[in-house]
């Protein structure tokens, strides 16, 4: 057996790997940090619905380079770690041995699959998505002759691919137990908005609606039943079902997982022990707001934890840690941005906090006469005593995509809406809303007035 | 005289007037508020530039509605304040008398001409850029059957005017003192690319270069010399040297002004009497970081005083008045987005602040294989001890417009380098930056590295 010995060993080679390597060698440019991930072409996660249709159109487009972190010096290596020994800090591939004094557990995700559909997952024809370049081409090579295409989820995932199919012309239906899709992220009224474009775009959505079995002829799937006894004809069937933490590697060695399943972590992504880390989706994690266990899993918020983690390996370099995950995501639904952070109001609801809401329609340009103008429209959520900003919803153009960025900043900075009042915004005819229409601001507004 | 009654009485329409108004009445619903303004049609201020062009093509596509200042219960008048009794609480327009409680000067600024242009201004075919509808009227028409358009002045006025002249064939020369573009807004390397560009449509630019004289044929003007002497034939000259406070009438009444001519207010817009106000361009201002006076004039930090005037008429409403002015600026040139707030690193030295900056340059979309993905630069300028930003600047595509507000943001809420690090976002392959390189947060961590 081979034997290799590092300072940092990371496990894991996506968002959470990376940036935790590169982070740990820009702090400590004199240790020996090793990355170890198990596949030679690592996939952008987030971009892989696009590789389905016209947008890149194959996983090939949508390699990330490991250029960023061999450049700043990190050893980087292709091989799977089957075993952890953290009394002798010491972990194993088949063929090697590493020696480590600090390890970070990076090991991501792996689709969720329920376990009464885990026989039919077996099937020919039923896929899922994991962040795999090969599984990806096998799925997509088997889709390319098929046409009717079933998507088990309506999450952003399974939302996002089956646009890309539908697209391109295949006869797409999504199915979600939920009332609404992407009800995660959105209240009805944005869900509805997403809804109506989906529809559009020749989507059938089965909401409200779950998979009662999986039918098949020769162990090749035929169709979905939902429990309603509606049979869905469909030569391909996609479980976009969520994600788990993959932590098979992390419970053998000892290491405490949290509810959810993801490693127990604290603040600075340390384990009890540590010199034990683990980042991103295999780490266990916490809302910002409730400070319940969450299930959020986002590459944006990995990296977060990432630079937490880099650089606090041998000594705590900055007092703020990661505080909690807030859910911050954005999508585009044919030609609307859509984009959420923090607790929606259903969530709100269901931990009973006391919010405010206001929400605000206005248009992207000003005046509304610029001709690339389109609606949009933002929705805030307060605490009701304190005015602080916990969550929003938008709807609008491309700019969406920093713009609930915004957000995201005032939640994390605590924000009421009373310094909002006052909040100073460069705004320009073919870039933003008007001065006087600010959405973020017009939408605290409304709730400072709907304050008790 | 007619004799008319009001609780509030604010003189001036544009933004700062209306948001006044508008705020005033939310939190007042009982009083009756009063706006007069000079002219019946009010352009959007910063709209202007494109009825020069395509984009809007005339003034009637941008005239800011009336509606919803008067959808909210204050009354309109159209009519001129001639002179103010603060004593007496009354103001005079040629037939009316008008008494109020409280008074919020909304005047705005009116273009600066220097002294030694004042003769010239007058001749035919020389222009300044007021905010009226009449005379961009009256300029419109005339550059309609001209070719040769000199402009002196490169700020945002002159460069946006000046765009859209040379994209619509004519010959456009802008001239400016300083050696570099819109130079209070951007450090020289973005200067530089935005320079590029009004090159590439056409425009002759004379950098670092002043205006000797103005000549003229018959009282129409044919030209302008340089002082270097070079000669610029010209059918139109446009005086784009910035704006002053329009303050005659408050001057007359007695108030305060300020340095560079603003009415003199405290954080929530109060004059020395707590009976009258001065909001917007007229206003003097300070600048948030330095609190040196400013002279930045904008609709959107004017609404921002605006609304801290509004909601503090009769009681202090909330401990956050207006706490100085940053200045906060995007625009188009061709297809780039060019965006700036807080300090320039010009400006850190010019008034002696220990900085550190940091510029990341990548996409605005990921992988960068997404086809409308262009290239996306940030800057952040930041204190070398405390690490807290203090200014930005940054070059992209649309989605500029709210990335310098995330920017603005973390000016105004003293955000450090070292909380960006772990700054959570939502990032999409369509809309932003990949997670890994998001621009603020590498131009952070850049910075960190650097500071002492």
């Known amino acids: 057996m081979k034997k290799v010995q590092c300072d940092v060993l990371v496990i894991g080679g996506g968002p959470a790997g990376s940036i935790t390597?590169?982070?740990?060698?820009?702090?400590?440019?004199?240790?020996?940090?090793?990355?170890?991930?198990?596949?030679?072409?690592?996939?952008?996660?987030?971009?892989?619905?696009?590789?389905?249709?016209?947008?890149?159109?194959?996983?090939?487009?949508?390699v990330a380079s490991c250029a960023p972190?061999?450049?700043?010096?990190?050893?980087?290596?292709?091989?799977?770690v089957d075993e952890v020994s953290i009394e002798n800090k010491k972990a194993?591939?088949?063929?090697?041995?590493?020696?480590?004094?600090?390890?970070v557990f990076a090991t991501g995700s792996i689709p969720f699959v329920r376990p009464t559909m885990s026989e039919a997952a077996?099937?020919?024809?039923?896929?899922?998505?994991?962040?795999s370049k090969v599984k990806i081409d096998q799925l997509k090579a088997y889709v390319d002759t098929k046409?009717?295409?079933?998507?088990?989820?309506?999450?952003?995932?399974?939302?996002?691919?089956?646009?890309?199919?539908?697209?391109?012309?295949?006869?797409?239906?999504?199915?979600?137990?939920a009332e609404h899709m992407l009800n995660t992220a959105f209240d009805v009224e944005l869900a509805n908005q997403a809804e109506e474009l989906a529809k559009k775009v020749g989507i059938t959505l089965e909401l409200g609606n779950y998979v009662d079995s999986i039918e098949e002829?020769?162990?090749?799937?035929?169709?979905?039943?939902?429990?309603?006894?509606?049979?869905?004809?469909?030569?391909?069937v996609i479980l976009a079902t969520g994600y788990k933490p993959d932590t098979d590697l992390a419970k053998k060695a000892g290491l405490k997982l949290a509810r959810y399943g993801g490693i127990w972590v604290d603040e600075y992504m340390r384990?009890?022990?540590?010199?034990?880390?683990a980042v991103g989706d295999c780490a266990a994690r916490r809302d910002f707001i409730t400070r319940e266990p969450s299930k959020v899993m986002l590459a944006s918020t990995s990296v977060a934890e990432a630079r937490a983690a880099g650089s606090s390996l041998y000594k705590l370099k900055y007092i703020k840690g990661f505080n909690g995950t807030i859910a911050i995501f954005s999508t585009v639904i044919l030609d609307r941005a859509f984009a959420s952070a923090g607790i929606t109001e259903v969530q709100a609801k269901i931990q009973n906090l006391d919010i405010v809401t206001g929400t605000f329609e206005g248009m992207n340009r000003h005046p509304a006469t610029i001709p690339d103008a389109v609606k949009q429209s933002v929705k805030l959520i307060a605490m009701n005593h304190s005015g602080r900003i916990i969550g929003g919803?938008?709807?609008?153009?491309?700019?969406?995509?920093?713009?609930?960025?915004?957000?995201?900043?005032?939640?994390?900075?605590?924000?009421?809406?009373?310094?909002?009042?006052?909040?100073?915004?460069a705004t320009h005819p073919l870039l933003t809303a008007a001065p006087t229409n600010y959405p973020i601001v017009k939408a605290a507004e409304i709730i400072s007035k709907k304050m008790d």
């Open 147 to 177: 046409q009717r295409i079933t998507i088990v989820g309506s999450g952003f995932i399974g939302v996002e691919i089956g646009l890309e199919f539908a697209k391109s012309g295949k006869e797409v239906t999504i199915i979600d137990g």
């Open 69 to 80: 972190v061999e450049n700043t010096g990190v050893t980087t290596m292709v091989g799977v």
């Open 122 to 131: 077996k099937l020919e024809g039923v896929f899922t998505i994991p962040k």
């Open 217 to 236: 002829e020769d162990g090749v799937v035929t169709g979905v039943e939902l429990s309603g006894g509606k049979v869905i004809k469909s030569e391909v």
């Open 92 to 103: 194993y591939t088949k063929d090697v041995q590493i020696s480590f004094d600090k390890l």
């Open 393 to 425: 919803q938008i709807t609008g153009g491309p700019e969406v995509g920093e713009l609930i960025n915004i957000i995201g900043l005032l939640i994390e900075e605590k924000v009421s809406v009373y310094s909002l009042m006052s909040l100073q915004v």
């Open 21 to 62: 390597a590169i982070t740990a060698k820009g702090h400590n440019p004199e240790k020996e940090i090793l990355l170890i991930r198990e596949d030679k072409e690592q996939l952008v996660p987030c971009a892989i619905p696009y590789v389905f249709g016209d947008i890149l159109g194959s996983t090939e487009k949508n």
């Open 271 to 277: 384990t009890r022990n540590h010199d034990i880390f």
